[in-house]
């Protein structure tokens, strides 16, 4: 699986590389605090998958990183290959700020 740092992600994000950023988290916690992206709820990420391309890299985060390899896993069975998981997740990303 592939894992990308809190750091990598901005040098992404700096540099217009062109990828899908995806917040699996709930909708109260993406009220808390979020770095963008679509927001797909991982209870809805299968019903959704239409949405996701899959020629394209797609980074999963979650608030540690733990849902979204979870959802990672499930993109990978449906077909997906270029799928990152943001290390620590949420949690990573503000202590590297």
């Known amino acids: 699986m592939n894992q990308l740092s809190p750091d990598e992600l901005k040098k992404w994000q700096s540099s217009g590389k062109d990828f899908m950023l995806v917040d699996i988290r709930e909708d109260w916690e993406r009220e808390v605090y979020n770095i963008g992206g679509e927001?797909?709820?991982?209870?809805?990420?299968?019903?959704?998958?239409?949405?996701?391309p899959k020629n394209k890299d797609i980074v999963l985060y979650c608030?540690?990183?733990?849902?979204?390899?979870?959802?990672?896993?499930?993109l990978e069975d449906a077909g997906f290959n270029h799928l990152?998981?943001?290390?620590?997740?949420?949690?990573?990303?503000?202590?590297?700020?």
């Open 39 to 52: 927001h797909i709820a991982m209870g809805e990420l299968m019903s959704r998958v239409n949405e996701l």
């Open 84 to 97: 990152f998981n943001l290390a620590g997740g949420m949690k990573a990303w503000k202590q590297a700020e």
């Open 63 to 74: 608030e540690k990183g733990i849902r979204s390899v979870i959802a990672i896993q499930r």
